[in-house]
């Protein structure tokens, strides 16, 4: 892929972008109900693990503090991925193979992959993802440590390569639709499984079930290794195997689509 | 009745016939419990007893929070909501029928065939679970108790249902109905955690509240925590948040059937 054909694209989303921008200020209470839903299911993870820690001192190691800071995290790279690449792609898929609405997005000179599981975004879900840095600057108050400008580099990479990988998930899971038609639970299902498992801190996973989450699933770089890596940094290695991972499952999730949209055939009028 | 009784088998047979949709959400389930077991595995193994509740307790607990939700919830918010808001709710008004009796019948329905479904696999589980992790099996009478306390709690989750449905009546957006329910009972009805974690002020308000019997006060009959002697109490409770919640429901329904305006053909 050329420099032109990036730029090409990212000009195509940012016009994809500002179009929602001004369909969602049209409809503000709308908006506002988003928000309110997004800080509801901070607020629920929050308080989740108040009541916990109300119980005990630490979990797998990792204090309260500790715990928002990678709570934070993780409600960033969760609201990141909902709003960039769940609520209207993803997450509305199944639906529009269905009743075969996505055949005017294939008749567009542009990459399909893109046009359906990328270019529609959900903003309400960046004003969510706000609340978790505020989680971030709580914990670190409360630990009272100075965070490494580098440490923060580090956390930022480890952040953006989760989420190519967890955008790879979502695409490779969702993709099954256009063999299962109605099959509307998938997208939930691809949701569930990376947002679920990256909630905790690695620590909390042993054996089989932690090498599945370096590799197969490999969502422990979405907050936990980030958040490792603000409080006290994480090995290099870290960082070279998040790129190796973003880099497999892109192109494994490019030829899986490839694969799956050949069989779809339209059932529309 | 008849019509209604008819109403029910139509729906019945329209929820049979999305069965994968019911696989999906077993699955959902399934990593749910998977993720919270793992994660209560490393809090037990520093901690013997969290709130009076051993490790295989909440693991069971857990088990059980999905097999209860089948019984108690409902989505009857978001379908009248989307009626009223596609005005689909004009054909139920003008039928001779009573139109709460039909999103009842239709709302039993789809349980039934999800309870058929669902419930005897996630026995299954509970059952399988108790012997790995050699927990005192789920006696039948607790279990049946937990399950006619879940049915009671169904009815009051329709009832909330038709309360939060019926606001459609006054706004456009209906979507954030099953989001609203979703983090209220998280936190409020113990599906997230057992209400015993809760700081006991704290606690004390919530088991007031008429949630805790949706999912939280069933799995305590069931695991054996609570017994007959407790459901008299339990069910007068709950019989005076029916009331108040149906009064309200009922109070919105009327201002909102007054206000609609269907419009097109």
Redesign the interface.
């Given at each position: 892929m050329n420099h032109s054909v990036i730029k090409r694209y990212i000009k195509l989303y940012l016009h994809f972008f500002r179009f929602t921008i001004i369909q969602k200020t049209q409809y503000r209470?709308?908006f506002f109900?988003?928000i309110?839903?997004e800080l509801?299911?901070l607020?629920?993870t929050i308080?989740?693990f108040s009541?916990?820690y109300?119980?005990?001192n630490?979990?797998?190691g990792w204090t309260y503090d500790e715990m928002l800071i990678l709570v934070g995290l993780s409600m960033i790279f969760g609201q990141l991925l909902i709003g960039l690449f769940y609520v209207w792609n993803h997450r509305v898929l199944p639906e529009r193979i269905k009743d075969a609405s996505i055949d005017f997005t294939l008749l567009k000179p542009i990459n399909n992959m893109f046009a359906l599981t990328a270019a529609n975004t959900y903003p309400g879900s960046f004003i969510a993802a706000i609340a978790g840095i505020v989680l971030i600057a709580r914990g670190l108050v409360g630990l009272n440590i100075v965070i490494q400008p580098l440490n923060v580099i580090v956390a930022l990479v480890l952040l953006i390569n989760s989420l190519i990988v967890g955008y790879a998930i979502f695409t490779i899971i969702t993709s099954f639709a256009f063999k299962?038609i109605?099959?509307?639970?998938?997208p939930?299902?691809a949701n569930?499984?990376v947002n679920?498992?990256s909630g905790?801190p690695a620590?909390?996973?042993k054996g089989v079930?932690k090498i599945l989450l370096f590799s197969i699933l490999p969502v422990l770089y979405a907050a936990s290794f980030p958040a490792e890596s603000l409080i006290r940094g994480v090995p290099f290695y870290h960082v070279v195997w998040s790129f190796v991972l973003a880099v497999v499952f892109l192109l494994l999730a490019k030829e899986i689509w490839d694969r799956m949209i050949k069989l779809y055939s339209s059932a529309s009028s | 009745m008849t019509k209604y009784v008819s109403i029910f088998k139509k729906n019945l047979a329209t929820s049979l016939e999305y069965r994968s949709n019911l696989v999906g959400m077993i699955l959902l389930e399934i990593i749910g419990i998977s993720s919270i077991s793992l994660l209560w595995i490393s809090v037990y193994k520093d901690n013997g007893q969290i709130a009076g509740y051993e490790f295989k307790d909440i693991i069971l607990y857990y088990l059980l929070v999905p097999a209860i939700g089948i019984v108690t919830e409902s989505s009857t918010a978001q379908i009248l909501g989307d009626q009223i808001k596609d005005g689909i709710l004009s054909i139920k008004l003008i039928k001779p029928v009573n139109v709460w009796s039909t999103y009842l019948a239709q709302a039993f329905a789809s349980k039934l065939s999800s309870i058929s479904i669902i419930v005897p696999f996630y026995l299954f589980i509970v059952i399988l679970a108790s012997l790995i992790l050699k927990i005192k099996p789920v006696g039948a009478t607790e279990l049946l108790l937990g399950f006619f306390i879940a049915i009671c709690a169904f009815i009051f989750a329709f009832l909330l249902d038709m309360a939060v449905g019926s606001l459609a009546f006054f706004m456009d957006e209906v979507w954030w109905f099953r989001h609203l329910k979703s983090f209220t009972f998280g936190i409020l009805a113990g599906v997230t955690f057992p209400l015993t974690f809760m700081p006991e002020g704290i606690r004390n308000i919530v088991l007031l509240l008429p949630f805790k019997f949706l999912y939280f006060t069933p799995i305590q009959y069931a695991l054996g925590e609570r017994t007959l002697s407790n459901l008299f109490a339990d069910l007068t409770l709950l019989g005076f948040w029916m009331l108040v919640t149906g009064v309200i429901a009922g109070i919105i329904w009327e201002k909102g059937v007054k206000k609609y305006e269907s419009f097109g053909n």
């Open positions: 209470f709308s109900i988003e309110f839903i509801g299911y607020l629920w308080v989740f009541v916990v109300s119980n005990i630490a979990i797998a299962f109605n099959a509307s639970f998938l939930d299902i569930d499984l679920q498992f905790y620590s909390v996973y079930v | -």
